[in-house]
């Protein structure tokens, strides 16, 4: 896992260097402490996680800014000084994984990462499987609306790890199961 800043897609990395030298300015002793992470790193990481091994939530394989050059993690001292420099990131137009909305799990006061990165990242190359199971949970069921003739019925359900995904049926027969992120999987 590297912790530099030059591991970075070229269009995120002078911000990041500005935010790092902000701190730094600030006395906030800023430390970064993951930068690039490779699929297999961010599988391990995963996994700890999925053990309670972290203290900070850990995206799914595949999806996360982290494995595609377009976020990092930084920490200060003192700790709770984290939320100025958030706030700092946001003015920059970047987008803080402490941000108070996300309250709860989602909370990640040490990420930062590129706003609207997922549109530069071509998820079509990504051919994991999921690492979650299916729970039996069915969300919400629906047929395409506006659309009379429309044979596409989907169906909402959650994974394990509390996400949205998609059984899509077509004229009752089961097409896939779709995810934002992750595409189509079986
Ligand atoms: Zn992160």
């Known amino acids: 896992m590297?912790?530099?800043?030059?591991?970075?897609?070229?269009?995120?990395?002078?911000f990041a260097?500005?935010?790092v030298r902000a701190a730094g300015v600030a006395g906030l002793q800023p430390r970064v402490t993951s930068t690039y992470r490779s699929h297999a790193q961010q599988k391990a990481?995963?996994?700890?996680?999925?053990?309670?091994?972290q203290d900070f939530p850990v995206a799914r394989p595949g999806t996360s800014a982290h494995e595609y050059g377009w976020a990092f993690d930084m920490i200060t001292t003192p700790f709770a000084a984290l939320a100025d420099v958030g706030a700092y990131w946001e003015q920059l137009g970047g987008v803080w994984g402490g941000h108070p909305s996300r309250a709860g799990s989602g909370f990640d006061p040490v990420h930062f990462e590129y706003p609207g990165w997922r549109s530069l990242v071509d998820f079509?190359?990504?051919?994991?499987?999921?690492?979650?199971?299916?729970?039996?949970?069915?969300?919400?069921?629906?047929?395409?609306?506006?659309?009379?003739?429309?044979?596409?019925?989907?169906?909402?359900r959650q994974t394990d790890t509390g996400e949205l995904?998609?059984?899509?049926?077509?004229?009752?027969?089961?097409?896939?199961?779709?995810?934002?992120?992750?595409?189509?999987?079986?």
Do not use: C, M
Request: net charge negative; charged share 20%.
């Open 2 to 14: 590297s912790g530099s800043l030059s591991q970075l897609q070229p269009d995120l990395r002078p």
């Open 17 to 19: 260097e500005d935010l």
């Open 45 to 53: 990481l995963y996994d700890r996680f999925l053990r309670g091994q």
């Open 124 to 156: 079509t190359q990504v051919s994991e499987q999921p690492q979650f199971s299916i729970t039996d949970v069915v969300v919400g069921a629906h047929r395409a609306s506006g659309q009379q003739s429309s044979t596409f019925e989907t169906i909402a």
């Open 165 to 186: 995904f998609y059984e899509v049926y077509n004229a009752g027969k089961f097409v896939g199961n779709y995810l934002l992120g992750l595409g189509w999987f079986r």
